[in-house]
Every structure is written in C-alpha cells, then in structure tokens.
C-alpha cells in the first residue's frame, strides 16, 4: 500500500510555543490530505481537510488560527499548533487519500504524539 | 451525532477461531466502507474495504460482509492469529465525492493464544 510518513514522531514542548508536524506522501501524489486527533480510547476525529493548493476545511470546533494547516504541494501538508497548551496533548494522526473511480482509500501516517507541558 | 458505531467495545477470541467485528452506519449515502486495524501510537493500517455494489469482499483471513438494508457491516477473521490483536475501525464515506471518512469508536480485539 501506499505511504505516508510524519514527523515528528513524539513532540514534548512548553506551554505557549508552537509546534509543526509535517505528513508526507512517499510514493504518491496526494491532492487531498486529512488530519486527525485521537484522544485515549475514543475514535478518530477528524480535524480538517487539507486540499493542495488552496484554504483548508476545518470541522466544526477547530480552530482554525490555532491549527494551522498548509498543502504546499502534492506530497506534503503541515499542521502547526499555535501557542500550544497541556489540552492539546493528544496523538495527532494525518492521512493522505489516493482516489480513483471507485476506490477511495486513506492511508494513515504513523502520528505523533504531543505532549505540552 | 455518531454516524458510524462499533457498539462492541471489545472482543475476546481464542487463536485459531472466527472474531467478527460488528459496525452499524446511519447515513444511507454511505456507499463506501473500509476497516483498519490500529495499534497504539501508530496510525491505522488499511485492511479491507467494500463498495456498496458488493454485499462481501474476502482478503485472505479477513472478509467484510455488508448488508445494506440493515446500514450494518461485519469483518470477520478467521483463523484469528495472536498477531491480529489491535483495535479495529470500520470507517464509511461516499466514494464519488472523496468526502471525509466517518470512523466509529474502535473495537479491540485480543485474541488469545
């Protein structure tokens, strides 16, 4: 299958910097690129939509000046956590979507863990 | 509002017998569906899919069954292996727009050697 890398893998940072998590694409274009949060033992939660080349979509809840999230090319998107605070510590996880008619797999990057202190 | 439920937190199996995951969806345009497999502090992995057109798809151990009447979908395993032990994610979208993904809450499966 596809892959998609992220980086970095774990991040432990003070409260009020910013972080940036890269994903990337290794052996496909992705024109599309999704990013998740995971909490302890609940579900993935979609976080924004990322399309290349133009604004990303956020969900309802997320804020958009503290992720910000930049596509600048088929293979790379980016998720900076501005003025990161201890609630956002969480496992932050990106996919990228390889679509074709009728396929419409996304395939994940291993995540990230944040810790902010 | 939880489009997609995996109402089985977790499952216990013994090795070398059948695990069925159970995953039901509300939304009717769903007419794509996929399981991943996910182990702690790493991404999910694809595993199988399916499109609504088809109502099972086999992989190996793994086969996703769907029925669309009931908005309900089943992966099975069979042999289940000690490996196999992870949490697993039934996730639905609509193919032809590329919309996001609507995953249900994860059920983990430990199969017992």
């Known amino acids: 299958g596809a892959v998609v890398s992220q980086h970095p893998s774990w991040v432990i940072c003070k409260s009020g910097t910013s972080v940036k998590i890269e994903c990337r694409s290794l052996?496909?274009?992705?024109?599309?690129m999704f990013w998740y949060r995971q909490f302890p033992k609940q579900s993935l939660m979609l976080m924004a939509t990322?399309?290349?080349?133009?604004?990303?979509?956020?969900e309802q809840g997320v804020e958009k000046d503290k992720f910000l999230i930049n596509h600048a090319s088929l293979t790379l998107s980016t998720l900076t956590v501005t003025s990161a605070h201890p609630e956002d510590s969480s496992f932050y996880i990106c996919s990228a979507r390889a679509w074709a008619p009728g396929h419409n797999e996304q395939f994940f990057g291993p995540g990230t863990r944040l810790t902010v202190l | 509002d939880q489009q997609v439920k995996q109402n089985s937190p977790s499952l216990s199996v013994q090795e070398g017998r059948i695990s069925i995951l159970n995953c039901d969806y509300t939304n009717s345009m769903f007419d794509y569906f996929l399981w991943y497999k996910k182990y702690p502090a790493e991404g999910p992995t694809f595993l199988i899919s399916?499109?609504?057109?088809?109502d099972k798809n086999e992989d190996g151990r793994f086969t996703v069954f769907l029925n669309k009447s009931a908005k309900h979908l089943s992966l099975h395993i069979v042999p289940s292996q000690p490996g196999d032990s992870a949490v697993y994610f039934c996730a639905a979208s609509q193919a032809n727009t590329g919309n996001q993904f609507y995953f249900g809450t994860g059920t983990s499966l430990t199969v017992i050697p």
């Open positions: 990322s399309n290349e080349g133009s604004k990303a979509t956020y």
């Open positions: 399916i499109s609504s057109i088809k």
């Open positions: 052996d496909f274009q992705a024109t599309t």
